[in-house]
């Protein structure tokens, strides 16, 4: 079992930036693909970016050019940074932990709200 936490959320006005943590309890070597979703209120739960073993990452259009997604391998910490945040940014930011042998895990979620 993959213990995910996830933290960083807040209140930021459109235009601001935040970075969101999530803190895994193993080593992410052993993890092949970390992520980032999001679910707005009456909304599915959507991608927002994953970055893999080979640090090869992946994003949504609709953040593309505004976040980055990273890793520190040591901290075994995976990091989202948001910036020129908009109000239709405004979720709950899940952290996603998947392998192919042991399936995906999630944290208990973070909330983001930009307000206008």
């Known amino acids: 079992q993959v213990q995910l936490v996830g933290s960083g959320g807040g209140l930021v006005q459109a235009g601001g930036s935040l970075r969101l943590s999530c803190a895994v309890s193993e080593s992410i070597f052993k993890i092949n693909v970390m992520g980032w979703y999001r679910q707005a209120p009456g909304k599915q739960r959507e991608l927002v970016a994953t970055?893999?073993?080979?640090?090869?990452?992946l994003y949504a259009n609709s953040v593309k050019g505004r976040a980055t997604i990273s890793s520190d391998n040591v901290k075994n910490t995976v990091y989202l940074q948001m910036n020129t945040l908009k109000p239709e940014d405004t979720a709950v930011y899940y952290c996603?932990?998947?392998?192919?042998?042991?399936?995906?895990?999630w944290g208990q979620g973070t909330q983001v709200t930009v307000s206008s």
């Open positions: 996603n932990a998947w392998s192919p042998v042991r399936g995906g895990f």
């Open positions: 970055i893999n073993s080979g640090n090869i990452t």
